[in-house]
């Protein structure tokens, strides 16, 4: 359970964070949704550096749309500017659930101030039982900012390959 400053921190970045988050979920909804996001004004509370333009994969967004959409219907009563509705433990699991979509379709953290998790940027994460050929989590030119690749392999054959990043420069910006 958090404490007294935890949450005080959780609720002052609430506002930026649902402002920001229902922004990007109503673009993916939107009949430009498969397009990248080359104008994204990211709050001053988002911790890390997130990739842009911000680009969803059309197959995570197709299986994603429907509970992308439920929880754009539950989360409506927090959305008019004019109306300050406390956060509530269900608004705040369905901010949560709703991070964790779009999460999945940018393949991108998107992490705000006060959060234990990692910081907003590109992540891969890799799942097969046997490698037989080659994996590469990402290949880049540049890869800078945060980001972050998970390999998990059961078996990984004699002539297999695995590379977790492969740029001609990887560091901070």
């Known amino acids: 359970m958090p404490d007294a400053t935890e949450i005080a921190l959780i609720t002052s970045t609430v ?3 649902l402002t920001f988050l229902l922004q990007r979920a109503e ?5 430009r949704g498969s397009e990248p996001e080359e ?7 988002l911790t890390g550096t997130l990739q842009l333009p911000l680009q ?5 967004l197709r299986d994603s749309r429907g509970e992308i959409e439920v929880l754009l219907d539950a989360l409506v009563d927090y959305v008019d ?8 433990p269900g608004m705040l699991r369905n901010l949560g659930r709703l991070r964790g ?6 393949g991108q953290h998107l992490t705000f101030d006060g959060e234990q998790r990692p910081a907003s940027g590109p992540f891969v994460h890799q799942k097969a039982d046997r ?13 800078t900012g945060n ?10 054959g004699p002539d297999a390959k695995l590379v977790g990043m492969k740029a001609r420069r990887i560091g901070p910006q």
């Open 15 to 17: 506002p930026a964070a």
């Open 27 to 31: 673009r993916l909804i939107s009949s």
């Open 39 to 45: 104008q994204v004004a990211v709050p001053d509370s």
């Open 56 to 60: 969803p994969d059309p197959d995570r």
């Open 81 to 88: 500017p004019h109306v300050s509705v406390p956060p509530t």
């Open 101 to 106: 979509a779009l999460e999945n379709v940018y």
């Open 131 to 143: 490698l037989t050929g080659e994996a590469t989590g990402m290949d880049a030119d540049e890869i």
């Open 147 to 156: 980001s972050s690749v998970a390999q998990d392999m059961g078996t990984v």
